[in-house]
Protein backbone atom coordinates (compact mmCIF):
# COMPACT_ATOMS: atom_id res chain seq x y z
CA UNK A 1 0.00 0.00 0.00
CA UNK A 2 1.06 3.58 -0.24
CA UNK A 3 1.37 4.60 3.04
CA UNK A 4 3.58 2.10 3.83
CA UNK A 5 5.70 2.51 1.34
CA UNK A 6 5.40 6.54 2.03
CA UNK A 7 6.76 6.23 5.81
CA UNK A 8 9.93 3.52 4.83
CA UNK A 9 10.86 6.22 2.25
CA UNK A 10 10.94 8.29 5.08
CA UNK A 11 12.84 6.67 7.66
CA UNK A 12 15.91 5.75 5.31
CA UNK A 13 18.48 8.83 5.78
CA UNK A 14 20.12 9.95 2.35
CA UNK A 15 23.55 10.34 4.11
CA UNK A 16 25.39 8.25 6.35
CA UNK A 17 25.17 9.05 9.74
CA UNK A 18 21.99 11.82 8.64
CA UNK A 19 20.86 14.47 11.07
CA UNK A 20 17.90 16.02 10.56
CA UNK A 21 18.16 20.24 10.93
CA UNK A 22 15.22 21.50 12.73
CA UNK A 23 15.96 24.99 13.47
CA UNK A 24 18.34 27.55 12.06
CA UNK A 25 19.19 31.55 13.03
CA UNK A 26 21.30 33.65 11.58
CA UNK A 27 23.00 36.33 14.30
CA UNK A 28 24.93 38.72 12.06
CA UNK A 29 26.59 38.36 8.24
CA UNK A 30 29.59 35.84 10.30
CA UNK A 31 28.05 33.73 12.67
CA UNK A 32 24.61 31.24 13.26
CA UNK A 33 23.32 28.49 15.06
CA UNK A 34 21.28 25.64 13.88
CA UNK A 35 19.56 22.84 16.10
CA UNK A 36 19.63 18.77 14.60
CA UNK A 37 17.21 15.65 15.15
CA UNK A 38 19.58 13.99 18.36
CA UNK A 39 20.09 10.45 17.62
CA UNK A 40 18.37 8.09 19.62
CA UNK A 41 22.32 6.61 20.29
CA UNK A 42 23.85 9.57 20.99
CA UNK A 43 24.99 10.04 24.53
CA UNK A 44 27.55 13.07 25.55
CA UNK A 45 28.77 15.00 28.49
CA UNK A 46 27.87 18.31 28.35
CA UNK A 47 30.51 20.04 26.78
CA UNK A 48 31.88 17.52 24.68
CA UNK A 49 32.08 17.77 20.58
CA UNK A 50 31.36 16.23 17.74
CA UNK A 51 32.58 15.92 13.80
CA UNK A 52 29.61 17.01 11.73
CA UNK A 53 29.47 18.05 8.13
CA UNK A 54 28.39 17.71 4.59
CA UNK A 55 29.01 15.44 1.16
CA UNK A 56 31.69 17.14 -0.84
CA UNK A 57 30.66 17.94 -3.94
CA UNK A 58 31.30 15.01 -6.38
CA UNK A 59 34.45 14.44 -8.18
CA UNK A 60 34.49 15.58 -11.18
CA UNK A 61 36.39 12.74 -12.77
CA UNK A 62 35.11 9.64 -10.78
CA UNK A 63 31.53 11.08 -9.78
CA UNK A 64 32.39 9.78 -6.17
CA UNK A 65 31.20 11.70 -3.15
CA UNK A 66 33.26 12.22 0.18
CA UNK A 67 31.80 13.76 3.58
CA UNK A 68 33.59 16.85 4.42
CA UNK A 69 33.48 16.78 8.51
CA UNK A 70 34.50 19.54 10.88
CA UNK A 71 34.97 19.26 14.90
CA UNK A 72 32.05 21.04 16.50
CA UNK A 73 30.95 21.56 19.88
CA UNK A 74 27.99 20.42 21.35
CA UNK A 75 26.43 23.71 22.46
CA UNK A 76 23.55 21.91 23.87
CA UNK A 77 23.25 20.33 27.19
CA UNK A 78 23.25 16.32 27.26
CA UNK A 79 19.79 16.47 28.78
CA UNK A 80 18.29 18.18 25.60
CA UNK A 81 16.24 16.31 23.23
CA UNK A 82 18.01 18.24 20.47
CA UNK A 83 21.38 18.91 19.22
CA UNK A 84 22.50 22.87 18.57
CA UNK A 85 25.84 23.95 17.16
CA UNK A 86 27.31 27.38 16.88
CA UNK A 87 28.79 28.09 13.77
CA UNK A 88 30.58 30.88 11.80
CA UNK A 89 30.14 31.69 8.09
CA UNK A 90 33.74 31.92 5.87
CA UNK A 91 32.86 32.36 2.81
CA UNK A 92 35.48 30.59 1.42
CA UNK A 93 35.79 28.20 4.17
CA UNK A 94 35.21 24.65 2.45
CA UNK A 95 32.31 23.42 5.48
CA UNK A 96 30.49 26.91 6.60
CA UNK A 97 30.43 28.58 3.19
CA UNK A 98 28.05 26.08 2.54
CA UNK A 99 26.67 25.05 5.92
CA UNK A 100 25.38 28.47 6.42
CA UNK A 101 22.99 28.00 3.61
CA UNK A 102 21.19 24.72 5.30
CA UNK A 103 17.27 24.86 6.22
CA UNK A 104 15.17 23.06 8.22
CA UNK A 105 14.03 19.57 6.76
CA UNK A 106 17.68 19.25 5.34
CA UNK A 107 20.19 16.83 6.39
CA UNK A 108 23.78 17.25 7.88
CA UNK A 109 26.51 14.67 8.60
CA UNK A 110 26.76 13.86 12.53
CA UNK A 111 28.97 11.20 13.47
CA UNK A 112 27.82 9.97 16.55
CA UNK A 113 31.43 10.01 18.87
CA UNK A 114 31.45 12.60 21.16
CA UNK A 115 35.37 13.68 23.29
CA UNK A 116 36.77 16.66 24.72
CA UNK A 117 38.41 17.87 27.78
CA UNK A 118 36.10 20.64 28.68
CA UNK A 119 33.73 18.17 30.86
CA UNK A 120 33.34 18.64 34.75
CA UNK A 121 35.04 15.09 35.18
CA UNK A 122 38.64 16.51 33.85
CA UNK A 123 38.38 19.22 36.86
CA UNK A 124 39.02 18.63 40.35
CA UNK A 125 36.35 19.69 42.72
CA UNK A 126 36.73 23.27 43.86
CA UNK A 127 34.69 26.47 44.54
CA UNK A 128 33.86 28.85 41.76
CA UNK A 129 34.04 27.30 37.71
CA UNK A 130 35.87 30.07 35.18
CA UNK A 131 34.08 29.65 31.42
CA UNK A 132 37.33 31.51 29.22
CA UNK A 133 35.43 32.01 25.73
CA UNK A 134 36.59 34.43 22.74
CA UNK A 135 33.97 34.10 19.26
CA UNK A 136 32.31 30.69 18.92
CA UNK A 137 34.55 29.55 21.46
CA UNK A 138 31.40 30.25 23.69
CA UNK A 139 29.35 26.89 22.23
CA UNK A 140 30.91 24.25 24.73
CA UNK A 141 29.97 26.97 27.89
CA UNK A 142 26.28 27.22 26.02
CA UNK A 143 25.92 23.65 26.90
CA UNK A 144 28.03 23.28 30.29
CA UNK A 145 25.60 26.82 31.57
CA UNK A 146 23.00 24.56 31.16
CA UNK A 147 24.09 21.34 32.69
CA UNK A 148 22.74 20.75 36.51
CA UNK A 149 25.90 18.81 37.28
CA UNK A 150 27.78 22.23 36.90
CA UNK A 151 25.77 23.87 39.20
CA UNK A 152 25.48 20.80 42.04
CA UNK A 153 29.75 21.12 41.96
CA UNK A 154 30.34 24.61 41.93
CA UNK A 155 28.97 27.65 44.22
CA UNK A 156 29.50 30.27 41.80
CA UNK A 157 29.92 30.09 37.78
CA UNK A 158 31.53 33.09 35.79
CA UNK A 159 31.15 33.06 32.00
CA UNK A 160 33.89 35.50 30.16
CA UNK A 161 33.66 35.90 26.64
CA UNK A 162 35.31 38.42 24.71
CA UNK A 163 34.39 39.00 20.91
CA UNK A 164 35.30 42.47 18.76
CA UNK A 165 31.64 43.39 18.21
CA UNK A 166 28.63 43.54 20.34
CA UNK A 167 26.20 41.75 17.47
CA UNK A 168 28.91 38.63 18.16
CA UNK A 169 27.83 38.44 21.75
CA UNK A 170 24.12 38.39 20.88
CA UNK A 171 23.74 34.35 21.32
CA UNK A 172 25.55 34.33 24.83
CA UNK A 173 23.69 37.43 26.29
CA UNK A 174 20.19 35.73 25.01
CA UNK A 175 20.99 32.35 26.41
CA UNK A 176 21.61 33.84 29.28
CA UNK A 177 19.36 35.72 29.87
CA UNK A 178 17.09 32.21 28.81
CA UNK A 179 18.06 30.99 31.66
CA UNK A 180 17.81 33.42 34.50
CA UNK A 181 14.32 33.63 33.34
CA UNK A 182 13.26 30.25 32.16
CA UNK A 183 11.39 28.36 34.96
CA UNK A 184 13.31 25.12 35.33
CA UNK A 185 16.74 26.01 33.96
CA UNK A 186 16.97 28.91 36.26
CA UNK A 187 15.68 27.05 39.25
CA UNK A 188 18.94 24.42 38.11
CA UNK A 189 20.98 27.81 37.54
CA UNK A 190 20.41 29.02 41.47
CA UNK A 191 21.72 32.52 40.93
CA UNK A 192 24.68 31.22 40.79
CA UNK A 193 25.93 32.21 37.10
CA UNK A 194 27.42 35.31 36.31
CA UNK A 195 28.30 37.10 32.95
CA UNK A 196 31.46 38.80 31.78
CA UNK A 197 31.04 39.82 28.14
CA UNK A 198 34.02 42.22 26.85
CA UNK A 199 34.33 43.61 22.80
CA UNK A 200 37.53 44.94 21.97
CA UNK A 201 36.90 46.45 18.68
CA UNK A 202 33.55 48.23 19.61
CA UNK A 203 32.17 50.49 22.29
CA UNK A 204 30.64 48.63 25.08
CA UNK A 205 30.08 49.40 28.38
CA UNK A 206 33.04 46.21 29.16
CA UNK A 207 35.86 46.62 26.70
CA UNK A 208 39.35 44.49 26.39
CA UNK A 209 40.82 41.05 26.41
CA UNK A 210 39.49 38.97 28.72
CA UNK A 211 43.76 37.77 29.19
CA UNK A 212 44.27 41.53 29.94
CA UNK A 213 41.28 42.02 31.92
CA UNK A 214 42.43 38.99 34.21
CA UNK A 215 46.55 40.13 34.37
CA UNK A 216 45.17 43.94 35.45
CA UNK A 217 42.72 42.44 38.01
CA UNK A 218 39.85 44.62 36.80
CA UNK A 219 37.68 41.26 36.61
CA UNK A 220 37.90 40.97 40.43
CA UNK A 221 37.37 44.33 40.84
CA UNK A 222 34.19 44.23 38.82
CA UNK A 223 32.57 41.24 40.17
CA UNK A 224 34.19 41.69 44.01
CA UNK A 225 35.81 38.60 44.17
CA UNK A 226 39.48 37.54 45.22
CA UNK A 227 42.08 36.98 42.48
CA UNK A 228 42.30 33.05 41.34
CA UNK A 229 43.63 30.53 43.36
CA UNK A 230 44.46 26.96 42.80
CA UNK A 231 42.34 26.18 46.01
CA UNK A 232 39.28 27.51 45.04
CA UNK A 233 39.41 28.20 41.47
CA UNK A 234 38.78 26.37 38.26
CA UNK A 235 38.99 27.34 34.30
CA UNK A 236 37.56 25.82 31.17
CA UNK A 237 39.43 27.68 27.99
CA UNK A 238 38.23 27.99 24.42
CA UNK A 239 39.31 30.01 21.90
CA UNK A 240 41.66 30.68 19.06
CA UNK A 241 45.49 29.40 20.04
CA UNK A 242 46.81 32.43 20.50
CA UNK A 243 44.15 33.18 22.86
CA UNK A 244 44.48 29.41 24.60
CA UNK A 245 48.24 30.53 25.09
CA UNK A 246 47.84 33.60 26.52
CA UNK A 247 45.39 32.69 28.44
CA UNK A 248 47.29 29.74 30.21
CA UNK A 249 50.38 31.63 30.78
CA UNK A 250 47.88 33.63 32.85
CA UNK A 251 46.09 30.77 34.38
CA UNK A 252 49.55 29.01 35.18
CA UNK A 253 50.86 32.08 36.64
CA UNK A 254 48.00 32.02 39.19
CA UNK A 255 49.17 28.83 40.58
CA UNK A 256 46.34 26.68 38.44
CA UNK A 257 47.52 23.74 36.79
CA UNK A 258 46.13 21.52 33.28
CA UNK A 259 44.18 18.71 33.53
CA UNK A 260 43.06 16.09 31.42
CA UNK A 261 40.40 13.49 31.83
CA UNK A 262 42.53 11.58 32.67
CA UNK A 263 44.30 13.39 35.29
CA UNK A 264 41.63 16.36 36.50
CA UNK A 265 43.65 19.41 37.75
CA UNK A 266 42.73 23.18 38.04
CA UNK A 267 42.07 24.02 34.51
CA UNK A 268 41.07 22.20 30.89
CA UNK A 269 41.83 23.95 27.57
CA UNK A 270 40.16 23.11 23.89
CA UNK A 271 40.55 25.00 20.48
CA UNK A 272 37.63 26.71 19.34
CA UNK A 273 37.50 24.64 16.09
CA UNK A 274 37.18 27.26 12.94
CA UNK A 275 37.05 26.12 9.29
P1 LIG B 1 41.32 41.65 19.49
O1 LIG B 1 40.23 42.38 18.78
O2 LIG B 1 42.11 42.51 20.44
O3 LIG B 1 42.21 40.86 18.55
P2 LIG B 1 39.09 36.61 16.58
O4 LIG B 1 37.81 37.13 15.96
O5 LIG B 1 40.33 37.15 15.96
O6 LIG B 1 39.12 35.12 16.77
O7 LIG B 1 39.08 37.20 18.07
C1 LIG B 1 37.98 37.06 18.91
C2 LIG B 1 38.24 37.89 20.15
O8 LIG B 1 39.35 37.32 20.84
C3 LIG B 1 38.60 39.33 19.83
O9 LIG B 1 37.92 40.16 20.73
C4 LIG B 1 40.10 39.36 20.02
O10 LIG B 1 40.59 40.59 20.48
C5 LIG B 1 40.30 38.32 21.11
N1 LIG B 1 41.64 37.75 21.05
C6 LIG B 1 42.31 37.33 19.96
N2 LIG B 1 43.52 36.85 20.28
C7 LIG B 1 43.64 37.00 21.61
C8 LIG B 1 44.68 36.71 22.54
N3 LIG B 1 45.84 36.18 22.17
N4 LIG B 1 44.44 36.99 23.83
C9 LIG B 1 43.27 37.53 24.23
N5 LIG B 1 42.26 37.83 23.40
C10 LIG B 1 42.44 37.57 22.10
Not at 70 to 87: G, H, K, Q, T, V
Not at 92 to 116: C, F, Y
Not at 218 to 223: A, N, Q, S, T
Request: charged share 30%; aromatic share 8%.
Amino acid sequence: PQAAADVKTKAVPTLPDAAKVTEVKHWNDRLFSFKVERPQTLRFRSGEFVMIGLMNDPDPKTGKQKPLLRAYSIASPSWDEELEFYSIKVQDGPLTSRLQHIQPGDEIILRPKPVGTLVVDALLPGKRLWMFATGTGIAPFASLMREPEVYEKFEEVILMHTCREVSELEYGRQLVEHIKSDEILSEIEDGKLRYYPTTTREAFHHKGRVTDNLASGKVFEDLGIPPLCPENDRGMVCGNLAFNKDIMKILDGFGLREGANSEPKEYVVEKAFVD
